[in-house]
Each structure stands twice: as structure tokens, then as C-alpha cells.
């Protein structure tokens, strides 16, 4: 098998599964407990917090453990929301956002809030000067990913933290769940990141949400107080062990991966350009882990049915969409054609893919084109 699928989960690494199963084998007690043993585990906890908070080198920040970036999102965004209420009522965010983020910003708008789109450049990328003139006093809350899943832009938030300056009661949230573990996270000047566990080789129900200023925000999970009486529930340390392990096998292996996978990128770039009747949809300098691709005329789900069957994973636009019949708003906003959207799929690599790979991939994909390449608009 062929799994180009990991922009949607990746495997969990096997010392990170270890992990997991050690720590709830052995220390399985509630941190919260005052006996010896919960002291113990909550030791381990605050271990495992520190240590993320070194390896993605945050200093004043708070990491908070969650259950995915779902539930960062949404804490973050309704938490702040609701906190600066009393400044100001406007919201700012893109189309390119992943669900997890655009439908707790509708919901907000749904409440009263005002919420505003900020265009989107032909590479997918935010438009700063739109931005700006977007902005103004009620502005409390602007969010934007710092790589997209589905095409695998990158965006620049240093410009938009440069646009916010002039706006010190903004607070700018980004969902970094597709950069961690490609690139370094932008920390200046942002004041809230979320992150998911298997994205990064980790494990799947495990979130994290890096905070700078807890009191910028309201809480939304009311309950035993735990996590800075942000997040309550019993906390999951085996879990979140296990997470402090893939942060650093993720950042470990960074570098390297990044090189790989640019060659990886640039080979199957290479061999689609050969192919008439078929485009490229990201932009050139995308994240070299994933790489979205048009067959106009052919529907996504036939392709990755088609490549499926010859054991190449490989999804539609997004895993969480592609069981949706709405045209995609990212493809759209970014001003691809409808019949270049519904024909199109994403490859997204990992730590686990090697340039050995393209060659099988080329072969399924010459076979692939074979069976549909009567059906390609010309
Ligand atoms: N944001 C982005 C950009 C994602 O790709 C995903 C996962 N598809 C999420 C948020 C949601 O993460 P989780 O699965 O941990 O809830």
C-alpha cells in the first residue's frame, strides 16, 4: 500500500503508541488525586508540558492539553469572542479556513457577532492589503491557518501579526495543525495556536492549544477546573505523554523530512506535467507535503477509487469535506474552475514517504490515466 493520504491522519509512530500504552499501564492514577500516586502522574504531566514547551521553543505561553485542534478551535475562538465582547463585535477570517475554525466563526456571527471575509489571492494566500482595510476599532478576533489542508498554501502571518500592530486589543489565532512538523510555528505576535496530535505521527483524540495570555479568554468547558479551569476533565497523561513524544520526533525530524518530501514533490510535479488534460491546483511554493491535483472532466471520488484499487490512498480535496457535496470554498475562493475542483485530489506525504515511492505512484498513476483520459476536458 501507497498511503498519500496524510494530510488526513498520519500513522501513529510506534514509540509514541508505547508511550501511551506504558504510561496507562503503570501510571493510570488521576493527576488530580492528592495520594502519592496521583502526585507522581501529575509530575509526569507537567513533564510532558514543559518539554513541548521547549521543543516548540515557547516561553510565556500556556499549552493546554485538549481533545484535537477541533476543540482548541473552538475554545479559543468562542472563548476570546465572548471574553472581548465588551470591546467590539467584529470577527475576521478567510474561506480557506478548515471547519473546525469557519463553523464556530458562523456560529459566532449566528449569535450577533459581525463577521467579516478577508479575499483570498489566486494562490490561496490571505490579501493583506484587503485586510487592512478590513480592520477597525471593533476588530477583537482575527484567525487565520498557518498552512492549508487542502492545497497546502502557506500564509503570511508575519504580515498579518505586522497589520495587527497598529490594533493591540485584536487577538490573532492560528491553526497550525498542517505546519507543525514542516515548518517552525510562528509564535510572534500570535496569541493562539492549535495544534492536533496525529497530524504529526501522534495520536488520533489529542489536541493541543498554546495560549499567551490565559485571562484574554472566557472558558467554554466548565467542570472540575483542570487544565487552568480551560479545559475540564480528567486528564488524559498517557495521552498527552504520548503527544510530548511526537512533538519531539516532529520536530526531530523536521529538517530532513522537509528535504525528502520537496524532492518527492518536485519528481511527481515533474512526471504530472507530462500528462495533457491534467494541472497542478497547488500553488509552486505550497508545503511539500501535500499536492493537490485537477483531472478536469473526471470526478474526485472516481479517481481515488480508481487509485484506491491499485493501493494508492489518497483523498478528494479534504477528508472532512469529501463526504459533502459542496463545491469546495477553498478551491473556489482561489478562483479554480468548478469542473477543475470536482476533478481534483490531494497527496499529502509524511515522515514515512520516500522517494522510492514516486516511482510506484507514477505507475498507478499511468494506469489511472489510462482509464479515464477519454473522459479529460482537452
Ligand atoms: N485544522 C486543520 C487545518 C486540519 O487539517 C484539521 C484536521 N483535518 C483540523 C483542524 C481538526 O483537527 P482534529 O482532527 O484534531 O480535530
Do not use: W
Amino acid at each position: 500500500m501507497l498511503y498519500f493520504d496524510n494530510a488526513a491522519t498520519t500513522q501513529p509512530d510506534a514509540s509514541v503508541i508505547d508511550s501511551y500504552v506504558r504510561v496507562n499501564k503503570q501510571f493510570y492514577f488521576n493527576p488530580n488525586s492528592p495520594h502519592d500516586k496521583g502526585v507522581e502522574v501529575s509530575r509526569l504531566l507537567q513533564q510532558a508540558r514543559t518539554q513541548i514547551k521547549r521543543m516548540l521553543q515557547l516561553h510565556d505561553e500556556t499549552v493546554i492539553f485538549t481533545s484535537g485542534a477541533t476543540e482548541s478551535n473552538n475554545m479559543a475562538l468562542k472563548g476570546v469572542a465572548y471574553h472581548k465582547k465588551p470591546f467590539g463585535r467584529t470577527l475576521i477570517t478567510s474561506v480557506l479556513e478548515h471547519p473546525s475554525v469557519l463553523e464556530v466563526m458562523r456560529s459566532l456571527e449566528s449569535e450577533g457577532f459581525n463577521l467579516k471575509y478577508v479575499n483570498v489571492t489566486k494562490e490561496g494566500r490571505i490579501d493583506i492589503s484587503h485586510l487592512k482595510t478590513l480592520m477597525s476599532s471593533d476588530v477583537i478576533l482575527v484567525t487565520c491557518m498557518q498552512v492549508n489542508n487542502i492545497m497546502g498554501q502557506v500564509q503570511p502571518i508575519a504580515d498579518i501579526v505586522e497589520v495587527l500592530k497598529d490594533y493591540p486589543k485584536v487577538h490573532l489565532h492560528v491553526d497550525a495543525v498542517q505546519a507543525m512538523g514542516k515548518f517552525p510555528l510562528v509564535t510572534d505576535g500570535v496569541d493562539s495556536i492549535a495544534l492536533s496530535g496525529h497530524k504529526f505521527n501522534g495520536l488520533k483524540g489529542q489536541g493541543i492549544l498554546i495560549l499567551k495570555n490565559m485571562h484574554n479568554i472566557q472558558t467554554i468547558i466548565h467542570g472540575g477546573g483542570q487544565e487552568f479551569a480551560l479545559r475540564s476533565g480528567t486528564v488524559n497523561v498517557p495521552m498527552d505523554v504520548a503527544c510530548a513524544k511526537a512533538v519531539r520526533l516532529a520536530e526531530d525530524h523536521r529538517q530532513v523530512m522537509m528535504t525528502e518530501l520537496t524532492e518527492v514533490n518536485r519528481q511527481i510535479r515533474m512526471f504530472v506535467a507530462q500528462y495533457p488534460g491534467v494541472y497542478i491546483n497547488s500553488p509552486d511554493d505550497a508545503s511539500p507535503h501535500i499536492l493537490n491535483i485537477a483531472f478536469p472532466g473526471v470526478r474526485g471520488e472516481v479517481l481515488v477509487n480508481a487509485f484506491s484499487k491499485l493501493g494508492v490512498m489518497i483523498s478528494t480535496t479534504s477528508a472532512c469535506s469529501s463526504k459533502h457535496m459542496k463545491v469546495n470554498e477553498v478551491l473556489q475562493a482561489m478562483g479554480i474552475s468548478t469542473s477543475r475542483i470536482l476533478g481534483s485530489i490531494r497527496l499529502s506525504f509524511d515522515y514515512n514517504t520516500k522517494k522510492s515511492d514516486v516511482e510506484v505512484f507514477q505507475e498507478a498513476f499511468d494506469t489511472v490515466y489510462e482509464e479515464v483520459k477519454e473522459l479529460l476536458e482537452q
